[in-house]
């Protein structure tokens, strides 16, 4: 660095520029290595004054209205590179920059700029999740919540704000419902016609959509509220929010209530409300007494007038079921799981399960228990971490294999569920790991014709493989049940 | 209630999602219209006070009632009087902005600005001697938001100086804020010289006089909140840029100070220092944003923040849930464009109540209405409309009477949310002066900052607590 810098001085008449402009050109000679000051400003006292006490006023009379360019540099090469610059960044045209969108961070923003909305999904965490949810009510929206995890007595909050909003809360946990026709989550290509279903089990409501379209009959709308709305805790409140809109619904001739095993004190306040309603209520919710969703659908299909069909199904392979074979069902939906244990325990007696009827058979962790036994695999505590086995077969392929290497006298009964959201194709996954087993093996497949999976092209690939393929639970169960009766005799 | 669920089942739904892309996916497979939410987790505060304040049944009426408040709130110029009389104030009592301080505690411009209003008040015979006294705690400091008042940068009101009295014809409030000196070396960016004193010493013997007998002199108040709703429309947002308010205000005070029985020299001086000043307006407009935040004051539930204020060490934040409590912590420096030779070591924290024009939804938050100032946002137009875009989702409502030309004449964004805050993880965007760190310097600059995340931590941790004990 130079002992005496070079050192330029000038005043401009007729040259005006606001003084952000001039603070950003100043900063950006300053930043050249070999200027040391600068001031490049409209002449006005301040900036003199400034100027002065850098060294660098002007001579002779300065006005405001004039430009002030004064600076130092480390020699003259330098100095006359940067008042060069200063005329190029002064004529310099602004970038006038990319326009950018702000994305919505909360359904809250996203519901104040979408147009029109009508529905809120939200699958955030679940402990974030009651924030979103809380918006969409605040909002006058309806709310599917998918995610899990969101404490009982939060979901009971939202329910009684949605109620005071005149909206509904589906879930949390609610992973199917179909409004108009459009299918959220999980659910099947089905129909559309005059049955509404209100339902408290996502696999349930998907069982009865499928048979009522097997049986030529379409649906409404399936309004999700969530597995446990039908508990003690929640008592009922997005259920009877929904039987409330469906009785007037234009859409809805007959209401068809699908449930996990409901707490009694609560269902029977269900079809008290229910009673008083004009559109006619039929409850297929699982208990002891009414063990069957089939059993349901064909008692609403006699509602109708409609004659039940012969519902879909491929003859299995099995011949020898060796003596004292036991029960294994392998499960990825709850509702299913429950009523396949309420159907066989009263031929088999105590059936031991994750998700037990009583809870002195909980099987704990180990899965490989034998005897009979019954395993949802998509309950909570198998699915941390992990996507839901209607999506990810890996933990329920891993116990058919184990089974299978267990030498344990077993008929294999399966669930495979088709539909958006599930696995595209879980033939492909399911019939080498079916062939491998050498099982004799019942799959209730819940599925149509119109899915993405196509309901005969999955039968008739595990058929291929040997299983007996029924479209209705209930109906793979017996047939299961009367493999192992067969055995016993 | 016409159709059930708000319509739900007429027509296949169109749906906001947050969450997991593959349903969006899904549903658009099937045709349906899909908003995706660019959900993420919250910035900050635990999921159980997030939930709590989330579920709590009183806040949307109360955050409704705050802004409502707030939204109503007008803005008179009703008077024009000495602080002595005004505030009514212990003797030996200086205002200062921002939270509660000490001279201990005190940054160079604050500590610079107390010395030069007690020597100005001829507490102190020179700068050594005021010093002394403040370190010997004989002069008493007291927020100007304890007194129903704002200052802009230090903010230091002393009994001598004049003040701008507002009236709040909704909701009856009043508001107060001294008269702005101009830019440069001024006492409230912490300078003291006899240049500073000198101006002050006129401020007190000349303008403010004559601006009491002007504004007592119109035939009605002066409507200083509709001056604001104008200058956004005119390429200002009332905090960084006051260029159209200012000669605004000179344009309505004119022919009153003219009408004033003084010497023509004096009224020409007024006319010129006010014409000179392209602030001159800030001083009203922080007043008038003080009357509406104030109207919010108290409304138990209510999540919305009410102050934003700094004083050079720390910020402080208070909420209309939370009274007169503080939320404090560390200031932060802000970044910008500097003047002349300075830079960033140059510039003291963030200091001055003036982010209450941010508060109340203009400033930073309608920084779209200033594209002459973008530059301070880091460049561009687009960089600005982003601002403001994004500050509409901390906030509670749209102001209409403060519309944003450029954004389709859309309210700026008014009353921030604690609890959106949070959950977006975005700041208050906040316009700035900065003043030089070292007492005496003045002002260094312009720019941009944000308050401290941790003021937000605290008054959501608050808010949650007195959400539970409701």
Known sequence: ?489 | MSEPLGGLLSAPPSIVAAGVEVFSTALRQQGASVTDVDWRPPGFGSPDDLTQLALDPRRAAANRVAVERVLAAGSLLVDVRPAREVLDLPDRMLLHSGPPLTWETASGPMRGALIGACVFEGWATDVADAERILAAGEIALDPCHHHRTVGPMAGVTSPSMWMWCLEDPANGGQAWCNLNEGLGKVLRMGAYNDEVLTRLAWMRDVLGPVLQRAVRSRPEPLDVKAILAQMLQMGDEGHNRNRAGSLMALRELSPSIVGVDAPAQDIADVLRFIGGNEHFYLNLGMPTAKLAMDAARDVPGSSMVTVLSRNGTEFGIQTAGTGDRWFTAPANTPVGLYLGDYGPEDANPDIGDSAIMEAYGVGGFSMAAAPAIVRFVGGTVPDALATTERMYQLTLAENPAMQIPIMGFRGSPTGIDVLQVARTGWLPQINTGMAGRVAGTGQVGAGLVQPPQACFEQALAALAQESRAA
């Open chain 1, 1 to 489: 660095m130079s002992d005496s810098p070079s050192r330029h001085v000038s005043l401009r008449s007729g040259v005006y520029a606001d003084s952000v402009r001039l603070m950003q050109v100043s900063r950006e000679i300053g930043d050249r290595s070999g200027v040391h000051t600068v001031v490049v400003a409209m002449a006005t006292p301040l900036n003199l004054e400034l100027a002065a006490g850098m060294g660098l006023a002007p001579d002779g009379e300065a006005k405001p209205d004039q430009l002030l360019i004064a600076l130092t540099a480390t020699d003259d090469a330098e100095l006359a590179a940067a008042v060069a610059a200063v005329d190029a960044a002064l004529t310099a045209r602004a970038d006038r920059g990319e326009a950018q969108t702000i994305p919505a961070r909360t359904i809250g923003a996203g519901l104040d700029g979408a147009p029109d909305p009508t529905l809120a999904i939200i699958s955030v965490p679940g402990p974030y999740a009651v924030a979103e949810a809380a918006d969409a009510i605040a909002a006058g929206r309806s709310v599917l919540i998918f995610s899990d995890g969101v404490p009982v007595e939060h979901e009971v909050a939202l329910k009684r704000a949605a109620h005071d909003a005149g909206v509904l809360v589906m879930g949390p946990d609610c992973g199917t419902a179909i409004v108009s026709g459009l299918a959220l989550g999980f659910a099947n290509v089905v129909r559309r016609g005059p049955v509404g279903l209100v339902a408290a089990s996502g696999t349930g409501a998907q069982q009865v959509s499928c048979l009522l379209d097997a049986a030529g009959v379409g649906v409404s709308h399936v309004l999700g509220v969530g597995g446990r709305d039908l508990s003690e805790a929640v008592g009922g409140l997005a259920t009877l929010d929904a039987l409330a809109a469906l009785d007037a619904d234009p859409a809805t001739e007959r209401v068809l209530l699908v449930s996990k095993p409901p707490a009694p004190a609560v269902a029977a306040r269900v079809a008290e409300v229910a009673k008083g309603l004009s559109v006619p209520v039929r409850s297929a919710a699982l208990s002891p007494e009414q063990p069957d969703l089939t059993a349901a659908v064909e008692a609403l299909l006699g509602d109708l007038g409609i004659a039940v069909p012969e519902w879909p199904s491929r003859p299995g392979t099995a011949d020898a079921v060796p003596d004292g074979a036991v029960l294994k069902g392998f499960y990825s939906g709850g509702t299913l799981a429950d009523e396949t244990m309420l159907i066989a325990a009263p031929s088999l007696g105590d059936i031991r399960s994750n998700t037990p009827l009583r809870p002195e058979l909980d099987l704990g962790t180990d899965l490989a228990a034998r005897g009979h036994v019954v395993v949802d695999f998509g309950d909570d505590a198998l699915t941390v971490g992990r996507a839901h086995p209607m999506i990810d077969p890996t933990l329920r392929l891993e116990a058919i294999a184990g089974l299978a290497a267990g030498g344990e006298a077993a008929v294999l009964l399966l669930d495979v569920v088709l539909g958006h959201g599930a696995d595209p194709d879980p033939a492909a996954t399911l019939v080498p790991a079916l062939r491998s087993a050498g099982l004799p093996t019942v799959v209730a497949l819940v599925g149509t014709e119109a899915d993405p999976q196509c309901w005969s092209r999955q039968a008739d690939a595990l058929a291929e493989a040997g299983a007996a393929v029924f479209a209705s639970n209930a109906a793979a169960t017996r047939y299961a049940l009367s493999l192992i009766g067969d055995g016993h005799e």
